[in-house]
Each structure stands twice: as C-alpha cells, then as structure tokens.
C-alpha cells in the first residue's frame, strides 16, 4: 500500500497543480467571469457526473470476490455517461457548460479503467495517466487562452488532452486488448441497483460542496463566483492528496472488512491513520492560509483577490474538515454497505442550502467560506455516526458480509 501511495500521491499533486494552472490561467490571462464561467459548469456537471459515475470505481476495486466482470463494469459506465450528457444538456444551454459536460464524460469513462487497475492494486499505470493527462491538459488549456482569450477554445483544448489519454494509454493499459462492453440488460440492471446508493451519495457530496457556488452565483453574481472559485482552488492540492491515501486504502479496507476483521481493529486502525493524516494536512492548509494567505493571492492571481486573505483562511479550514470526512467516507465505502448512506446525505444537502441561503446574502464571501466549514463538519459527523454504529452492529454484518 506504501508503495501505491506515493505513486499515487505524486500523480495527484502533479494533476492538482495542472488543474490549478488552468484556473490560473484564466484568472491572469483572461477574466473574473471567465472564471466564473468556468467555475458555473463545473458546479452545474459535477452532480449529475458524480450521480450517473455510480462511484463504480470504487464498487469495482472493492469487488473482492468479482461479483461482475469489468465489460459489465464498463457497459454500465457507458450507458451512465450518455445519460448524463442528456441531462446536462436539458439542464442548460451554455456553450461553456456542455463542454464541461462532454470533458467529464471522457474523464468519467478513464476512471471505470481506474477501477479495473487498482482492483489488483497497480497503481503506477494510473499515476502516470494522472501525470499526462494533466500535463497535456494545461499546455493545451493555457495555449488556447494564450491565442485566443476565450474559455470555450481552452475547453475544447481540454477535451482533445483527455481523449488522446484515455484512446492510446488507459484502455490499453487496463484491457491489455481489444474489450467489448457488456450491456446485458438483467445484469447492468443489478449493478446500477447496487450501486445506487454511492451515486445518490456522490451526487449530495457534490452538491453539498458546490450548493454555495449556486447561491454566490446567484446572489452576488459571476464575477464574485469567479474570485471564490480561485479561492478554494489552492485546497485542490489538499484534497487530491486526500483523495490518493483514500485511493489506496481502500482496496486493504475492503479486504481488511470482508475477511472479518472489523471488530480484531485491522480496519480501525488503518481508517484511524488515514484520518490522522487528514488532520495533519488540514492543519497545514489552514497555517499556510493564515501566514501567507495575502502574499500567495498576489502572486498566483491579482491584487483585488488578494482581498480576501481572511476568506482564504476560512475555507482552508473548510478544506481540512473535508480531507478528513474523505477518508472517513472510503471507511464506510470499504464495507459496501452502501445504502446507509443515503438519509444522512439527503439531511446533509438540506444543511448545505440552508446555511448558503442565510449566510451568503448577509456576510457576502466570508460567508460562503462559514458555510462551507459549516457543511465539512457535518460531513465528518455523519461517518463517523454510521461507522460508531457499524462497530455497534459488527457481528452482526460480518456474519452477513461472510453469507
């Protein structure tokens, strides 16, 4: 697991810089509402992605005694991704949106590859996608900018990267040949049943952190969405970070859980050092914020984002609560007891608006970044309570994990 950490780890920190670069690219290059532009269809893409995505990635590396056959995995992926294509398109009509859309798409269909790699824990193939396709992304987002000044060139730009990344190194890498997708009509029906649960799970996560963009947007307008979308970007780093300890975890959790080991404190005591060492990255995000929080917005952006050091330090602690709420999730994940997850998520959601709609319109930014430290603390309890009570229940679902 060392070993598929740092490799991991790596990929993610270069995939997180090139995805802020990006973003950097157009806060320097371009405009506050390009920015904002730009931040709008990730916002409106990223629930729908995260819903028809069914996490199949994670369904599939934890498939520890191969429930499905990867084409069964890939068929339902496919059929997911031109699903959500449909919606995104039915729910706006933005140039800028759509291309979005179509990116996450390709992105999406790369991760089910994902899935298949780190089944057998092989880990490298997947950093090195990680690597190129964020190298190749940020020379042809910021080459668009550069020539043209206009998002929707960069976009396509975008696109052309991940295609090339996903045709010539992840389905190669991952089928070792030609693969035809299964579309079994019967057994795609009990895997997206399955996996059901952890789409309505990904798609309230997604929108309990993207919820405060709408109303910023909306209240404040595209520009100031652009300024808080530069803001919490430098938290990418953390949370790609985060999401590659979780990444590689996950596969020995699920293991660690299957094979009854639960209640023994394999699985406690691994899910407690991943989430030590969100704390510990969290911590760090938010003495970087407080120290140099002014300085760092200068340099990376313009003066008037500058403006909004105190805003930055907020949601640095924000960041932190969410690394450590990653991890923590991957816990319940590894379980696959998925279904326990939807209520609390639904409540979540419902917190995330109403914070958003009182606070934002009457603190401006610094209380979209209270409302966001508001929604990572309660998405760090709510794992917490369902794992408490798995641990309550542990004999009782490891008889029913072992049947």
Known sequence: MRSNFFWTL??????????????VTLAKLGTAEMVGQFALGLAITAPVLMFTNLQLR???????????????????????SLLALTVVFGLSQSPAVLLVGVSKVIESISDVHYGRLQQHERMQ??????????????????????????????????????TLVLVFYDIPRSTHG????????????ALAWRSLPLGVMSMLVS???????YFVEAQLGAAALGIFAALTYPMMAGTFVAT??????????????AAGQAVAGEFQALLLKVTAAGLLLGGTGVLISVLFGRQLLTLFYRPEY????????????????????????????????????????????????ALSAVLIPVAGLIGAAW????????????????????????????????A
């Open 10 to 23: 790596a990929s993610y920190v270069v995939y997180a810089a090139c995805q802020w670069g990006m973003l």
């Open 371 to 402: 409302a966001c430290c508001g929604i990572g603390a309660a998405g760090c309890v709510i794992p917490l309570l369902i794992l408490a009570r798995m641990r309550m229940a542990a004999p009782l679902l490891v008889l029913d994990n072992a």
């Open 244 to 257: 590659a300890l979780g990444q590689a975890a996950l596969p020995v959790l699920a293991r660690h859980f």
């Open 178 to 189: 030609p693969l035809r997708p299964c579309f079994h009509r019967g057994t795609l029906t």
């Open 58 to 80: 994670s369904v599939l590396a934890t498939d520890t005694r191969r429930e499905y056959s990867f084409p069964e995995y890939l068929g339902l992926r496919l059929l997911a």
């Open 306 to 353: 500058a403006r909004h050091a105190a805003e930055l330090s907020w949601l640095a602690v924000a960041a932190g609560m969410n690394y450590i709420a990653t991890f923590l999730n991957a816990g319940v994940t590894a379980t696959r007891n998925f279904r326990v997850l939807i209520v609390p998520y639904i409540l979540h959601a419902l917190l995330a608006a």
């Open 207 to 213: 929108l309990n952190a993207n919820i405060p963009r």
């Open 125 to 162: 193939p997947i950093a090195r996608s990680l690597i190129g396709k964020g190298v190749l992304s940020l020379a042809a987002f910021w080459l668009a900018v550069y020539m043209t000044r206009n998002l929707l060139w960069a976009l396509t730009g975008l696109i052309a990267a991940w």
